[in-house]
């Protein structure tokens, strides 16, 4: 049986890079093979589980991705993970 750990996601909001990678109509398969990681890389990075750290050839290849949305590298921001939710007093 395959554990599931719970969602980040519902305690901590969307992670930036996940809302980049459905912008670009692609799973994470596909994002990962077109940058040079695996799935669960990508998996992990969205989850928080990860920092998101890439190779000069990665940053590239996230490039020409993102100028085929007509964004560049400076869009981006600082931090992929998922964003924590303010708490209400």
């Given at each position: 049986?395959?554990k599931?750990?719970?969602?980040?996601?519902?305690?901590?909001g969307?992670?930036?890079?996940?809302s980049?990678?459905?912008e670009l109509?692609?799973?994470?398969?596909?994002?990962?093979?077109?940058?040079g990681t695996?799935?669960?890389?990508?998996?992990?990075?969205?989850?928080?589980?990860?920092i998101p750290?890439?190779?000069?050839?990665?940053?590239?290849?996230?490039?020409?991705l993102?100028?085929?949305k007509?964004k560049?590298?400076?869009?981006?921001?600082?931090?992929?993970?998922?964003q924590k939710?303010q708490?209400?007093?």
């Amino acid at each position: 049986m395959i554990k599931k750990r719970p969602s980040r996601n519902d305690q901590e909001g969307e992670s930036l890079l996940r809302s980049l990678r459905l912008e670009l109509d692609m799973s994470q398969e596909e994002f990962g093979r077109s940058i040079g990681t695996t799935a669960r890389t990508i998996s992990r990075w969205e989850a928080g589980d990860s920092i998101p750290t890439f190779t000069v050839p990665q940053m590239k290849a996230l490039d020409r991705l993102l100028r085929l949305k007509g964004k560049s590298l400076q869009d981006l921001p600082d931090n992929f993970g998922p964003q924590k939710q303010q708490t209400q007093d």
